[in-house]
């Protein structure tokens, strides 16, 4: 049977209409098999041991989230460029089985606003209509092509990953710990969306500590501007639910069995 007209407000322009099936990341990149779709609650209830039954979405992860014309135009401006680094990138990740560690991104005759452009665009995806209206720049920047440079109040992120996990999540806040004191602590609000091989990460007015896979300054090339980029970033895996959490399942191991002896007063071995 033919699928029924979704109807809503476009995530991107913010218009009432007809809306049609937005792949996050690109349907080409990795993402036309079915996903399983888990809320954190979920994912908390089977870390204690139970059973729970994830949202099938039988197209791919993503949603009817953007108006026809949002979809085509971006997805002809942007999305195969997105697609490209895909594909280039995925056979260097797709077997990595080891703890995070930092490495160097090298890619040749590119273009990185196009890619930033359509991480944005993903971002709108993944967070309710009303990011738009929040953010009334991001909303120009990725309908106009053309538009260079993102106010210092954005930082992406990005970050390589393995495994078969994906995760997407919309602005949230969470505690965080500065790496030179324990006792210095802030709040990070952030968006995220992650599937192998690339996980991109916006901070909203909290950036971290350093800038390892920091691309926000790619949004200072031309739409048709190519080159070559040498990037640092962090590669690591899609283990957990929260965001910019890339630990492997070993080091989660580790630090969970170490949060525990603490609690207990007991001093890791």
Not at 68 to 89: F, H, L, P, Q
Not at 185 to 204: D, G, H, K, N, Y
Not at 233 to 241: F, Y
């Amino acid at each position: 049977m033919p699928e029924k007209s979704q109807y809503g407000t476009c995530r991107l322009c913010g218009r009432n209409g007809k809306l049609s099936y937005e792949h996050v990341p690109p349907k080409s990149a990795f993402n036309d098999s079915i996903a399983v779709v888990r809320k954190i609650d979920q994912y908390l209830a089977e870390e204690r041991g139970e059973r729970t039954r994830g949202d099938l979405q039988r197209r791919g992860a993503g949603g009817y989230t953007l108006c026809e014309k949002c979809n085509n135009c971006t997805g002809s401006w942007y999305g195969d460029e997105y697609v490209s680094w895909a594909r280039s990138i995925a056979p260097r990740v797709f077997d990595y089985k080891g703890e995070l560690r930092q490495v160097t991104l090298s890619m040749f005759c590119v273009r990185p606003l196009r890619f930033l452009k359509q991480c944005i665009t993903c971002l709108f995806s993944v967070n309710p209509e009303e990011f738009g209206t929040r953010h009334p720049y991001l909303r120009q920047f990725v309908l106009n092509r053309d538009l260079r440079g993102l106010p210092p109040q954005y930082d992406v992120y990005l970050t390589l990953v393995s495994g078969s996990r994906s995760r997407r999540v919309g602005v949230s806040a969470s505690l965080s710990l500065e790496k030179l004191s324990l006792e210095k602590r802030s709040i990070r609000v952030m968006t995220e969306f992650a599937q192998m091989p690339f996980a991109i990460t916006m901070t909203l007015d909290s950036p971290f500590e350093n800038d390892v896979g920091r691309i926000s300054h790619w949004a200072n090339y031309a739409y048709d501007e190519e080159v070559d980029l040498c990037q640092p970033v962090w590669q690591g895996h899609i283990v957990t639910p929260f965001p910019s959490d890339f630990r492997s399942q070993g080091q989660l191991d580790r630090d969970v069995t170490r949060n525990r002896l603490e609690a207990l007063g007991l001093q890791p071995a």
